[in-house]
């Protein structure tokens, strides 16, 4: 039998020690803040059933869900003719009843129906998971990518908007980003756009058309919306609230004229000026944030504020992004459950922090000294400094006796280690043992209790 060389399914990637120290780091800052802002962590499994996830992300986000086929013979239940038509929409509700899920706020939706007699409201909930997608791997972009979401349900505040800004502001800050932009738009004026031109029933094909923007140009915006049935008309009122300029007071300022005969674009521009308002009492620390009138986020449960942050510091594309929904759980039979949302680009943001060095010096180290012994002797004199320095919280390992030093240290060079402690006939006799700083070469003879100490103030 031909052996088969083994690989990863596209869009997918093993992560090696290091890298997973560096991931870590991104997720544990984040959760930190998260915390900080009173969110409480859950997870959800990776699977859902295919009726939660369908229908809750537009035409295009249902394309995009991993189905996972019935266990046992499935076809065998499938009506022949069905078939025989060749057609996989037809058959899948019937092959497929689970699927992998989409992202984070769906399931949370569910979980949050499913176990309100446990919650306290408003629930505030953070998750740190993967997350599938069948979309084309590119650059920044996966089939397999971890999600940092944070929501809260039960609250209409504003406040909860103003504060998922300083969240950003603070987590990315902390990672060491300088530069990163917080762009805002609001749903209701997005509607509001719509029912000026009478095409409320055509919000959907709108918003899908401008969230393009960046991609595709003006032009192509255009092109997309005289397909979807907008005419020359439509565009010519469309094109100077599309292309709006000026600072957020002045953007609001044309909205408003531009809307005033739209009762909820209207709404739209008071609750993003609360955001605003809310805002005026907290100094941020890197953000810049923009009301982007462009920005409409193609899912289908956004209902009131969105947002998107994007690096200035590397070309990539957004590495966050959220808003208010609602009424998301009012699909799965809890109606009048408002919530908003936002989610940290994981995997993006580490390429970011990858490209722009900014990851610090010791995310790749897991052990902080090793121990080297010339023989069996010198390894029974260390087990009880080994536990001494393990309950002190210190990373340590002891290197099986037997091998040469130099074996060891090439070891303990390799995993990045610091430090590492040698242990023969001459340390076992003075109680002095070498220490050896492996970044600068340094080394010299201390005790045990030296060594401790100074390990454990690092």
Same mark, same amino acid.
């Given at each position: 039998?031909?052996?088969?060389?083994?690989?990863?399914?596209?869009?997918?990637?093993?992560?090696?020690?290091?890298?997973?120290?560096?991931?870590?780091?991104?997720?544990?800052?984040?959760?930190?803040?998260?915390?900080?802002?009173?969110?409480?962590?859950?997870?959800?499994?990776?699977?859902?059933?295919?009726?939660?996830?369908?229908?809750?992300y537009g035409d295009e986000g249902d394309k995009?869900?991993?189905?996972?086929?019935?266990?046992?013979?499935?076809?065998?239940?499938?009506?022949?003719?069905?078939?025989?038509?060749?057609?996989?929409?037809?058959?899948?509700?019937?092959?497929?009843?689970?699927?992998?899920?989409?992202?984070?706020?769906?399931?949370?939706?569910?979980?949050?129906?499913?176990?309100?007699?446990?919650?306290?409201?408003?629930?505030?909930? $953070?998750?740190?998971?993967?997350?599938?997608?069948?979309?084309?791997?590119?650059?920044?972009?996966?089939?397999?990518?971890?999600?940092?979401?944070?929501?809260?349900?039960?609250?209409?505040?504003?406040?909860?908007?103003?504060?998922?800004?300083?969240?950003?502001?603070?987590?990315?800050?902390?990672?060491?980003?300088?530069?990163?932009?917080?762009?805002?738009?609001?749903?209701?004026?997005?509607?509001?756009?719509?029912?000026?031109?009478?095409?409320?029933?055509?919000?959907?094909?709108?918003?899908?058309?401008?969230?393009?923007?960046?991609?595709?140009? $003006?032009?192509?915006?255009?092109?997309?919306?005289?397909?979807?049935?907008?005419?020359?008309?439509? +565009?010519?009122?469309?094109?100077?609230?599309?292309?709006?300029?000026?600072?957020?007071?002045?953007?609001?300022?044309?909205?408003?004229?531009?809307?005033?005969?739209?009762? +909820?674009?209207?709404?739209?521009?008071?609750?993003?000026?609360?955001?605003?308002?809310?805002?005026?009492?907290?100094?941020?620390?890197?953000?810049?944030?923009?009301?982007?009138?462009?920005?409409?986020?193609?899912?289908?449960?956004y209902t009131g504020a969105i947002f998107e942050?994007?690096?200035?510091?590397?070309?990539?594309?957004?590495?966050?992004?959220?808003?208010?929904?609602?009424?998301?759980?009012?699909?799965?039979?809890?109606?009048?459950?408002?919530?908003?949302? +936002?989610?940290?680009?994981?995997?993006?943001?580490?390429?970011?922090?990858?490209?722009?060095?900014?990851?610090?010096?010791?995310?790749?180290?897991?052990?902080?000294?090793?121990?080297?012994?010339?023989?069996?002797?010198?390894?029974?004199?260390?087990?009880?400094?080994?536990?001494?320095?393990?309950?002190?919280?210190?990373?340590?390992?002891?290197?099986?006796?037997?091998?040469?030093?130099?074996?060891?240290?090439?070891?303990?060079?390799?995993?990045?280690?610091?430090?590492?402690?040698?242990?023969?006939?001459?340390?076992?006799?003075?109680?002095?043992?070498?220490?050896?700083?492996?970044?600068?070469?340094?080394?010299?003879?201390?005790?045990?209790?030296?060594?401790?100490?100074?390990?454990?103030?690092?």
């Amino acid at each position: 039998m031909a052996s088969i060389k083994p690989s990863t399914p596209r869009g997918t990637r093993d992560f090696s020690p290091a890298e997973m120290v560096k991931r870590n780091y991104i997720f544990d800052t984040i959760k930190k803040v998260f915390r900080k802002y009173g969110y409480q962590q859950i997870e959800t499994p990776a699977m859902e059933n295919l009726s939660t996830l369908m229908g809750k992300y537009g035409d295009e986000g249902d394309k995009l869900i991993f189905k996972i086929l019935n266990s046992g013979d499935f076809l065998s239940k499938v009506d022949a003719n069905k078939l025989t038509t060749q057609n996989s929409q037809l058959i899948t509700p019937e092959i497929s009843e689970k699927a992998l899920r989409y992202d984070l706020t769906v399931p949370f939706a569910r979980y949050v129906v499913m176990h309100q007699s446990e919650i306290t409201f408003p629930f505030k909930r $953070f998750q740190v998971q993967p997350v599938w997608r069948a979309d084309r791997p590119q650059k920044g972009r996966y089939r397999e990518f971890y999600q940092c979401d944070a929501d809260v349900v039960g609250s209409d505040s504003l406040l909860n908007e103003a504060e998922f800004i300083l969240i950003y502001d603070e987590a990315l800050s902390n990672l060491g980003l300088k530069d990163f932009t917080i762009k805002i738009n609001n749903r209701k004026i997005l509607s509001g756009i719509a029912e000026t031109i009478d095409k409320i029933d055509s919000i959907i094909d709108l918003t899908v058309a401008i969230d393009k923007l960046d991609k595709i140009g $003006f032009d192509g915006v255009i092109k997309e919306l005289l397909e979807k049935g907008f005419t020359e008309a439509d +565009i010519e009122k469309l094109r100077p609230v599309i292309l709006l300029e000026g600072t957020n007071t002045e953007k609001l300022e044309s909205l408003r004229k531009a809307l005033k005969k739209s009762a +909820i674009g209207l709404q739209g521009c008071d609750e993003v000026e609360t955001i605003f308002t809310y805002l005026k009492s907290f100094n941020l620390q890197k953000a810049t944030v923009e009301l982007d009138i462009t920005l409409a986020r193609g899912l289908n449960y956004y209902t009131g504020a969105i947002f998107e942050v994007k690096t200035n510091e590397a070309v990539m594309g957004s590495i966050g992004g959220g808003g208010r929904y609602d009424d998301l759980t009012g699909m799965f039979g809890l109606k009048g459950i408002t919530g908003a949302g +936002i989610s940290f680009g994981a995997d993006r943001i580490y390429d970011v922090l990858e490209e722009l060095k900014l990851f610090p010096e010791g995310t790749n180290q897991t052990t902080q000294v090793l121990i080297c012994c010339f023989d069996k002797d010198g390894e029974t004199y260390a087990l009880p400094f080994l536990q001494q320095l393990r309950e002190r919280g210190i990373n340590t390992e002891l290197y099986p006796a037997g091998a040469k030093i130099k074996k060891q240290l090439d070891y303990a060079n390799n995993k990045n280690i610091p430090y590492t402690v040698v242990i023969g006939s001459d340390e076992m006799q003075s109680g002095l043992l070498t220490f050896k700083n492996m970044q600068t070469g340094n080394q010299e003879k201390l005790s045990t209790e030296m060594i401790v100490a100074m390990l454990a103030e690092e």
